[in-house]
Structures are given as structure tokens and as C-alpha cells.
């Protein structure tokens, strides 16, 4: 199920290229967003860690499979806005 890169670490097969890029992207996103909108909420408090963890995983569950969902139409939109590369 791995394929082994030229340095000898374990990689995923490009199959999985479409579940990895929104989880990895969602994880990012969602922990700078919530970071930003806890801080401007609460300030930079004592318990700012517990209760933006708490909020991150609640949007982080919501934006991991909404990522799913739009990415293809997302992708289709972007065909029509972005000139193809020249070969």
C-alpha cells in the first residue's frame, strides 16, 4: 500500500492524492482561522490553548469533508478563471 520514495521513507500511493490534499489543507486552515477568531475573541488568555483546540476540531469537522464535497467544483471554476499552462 506504500511506495518508498528515493530517500527510503514511506509514502502514500498518488491515489490517495485526493483524500490527503483537503485533509492537510483543512488541518492548516482551520487551525490558523480558529487560532485568529479565538485570539480577536478572547485574547491571548491563560486557557487560549483548551479553548481554541475546542474550536478548531469543531471546524475541522465541518471543513474536512466540506473540502471533499466542493473541491471538484472548485477545481472546475478555477479551469475557467486560469488560462491552461503552455506546452
Not at 478572547?42 to 473541491?71: C, Q
Amino acid at each position: 500500500m506504500t511506495t518508498t520514495s528515493v530517500r527510503g521513507t514511506a509514502r502514500l500511493p498518488a491515489r490517495f492524492h485526493g483524500i490527503v490534499f483537503p485533509f492537510v489543507l483543512s488541518i492548516v486552515m482551520c487551525a490558523t482561522v480558529s487560532a485568529v477568531s479565538t485570539a480577536k475573541a478572547i485574547g491571548l488568555s491563560p486557557d487560549f490553548v483548551t479553548r481554541w483546540l475546542g474550536a478548531w476540531l469543531v471546524s475541522w469537522m465541518v471543513a474536512f469533508p466540506v473540502l471533499l464535497l466542493i473541491l471538484p467544483l472548485v477545481r472546475r471554476l478555477v479551469g475557467l478563471i486560469v488560462a491552461p499552462p503552455q506546452r
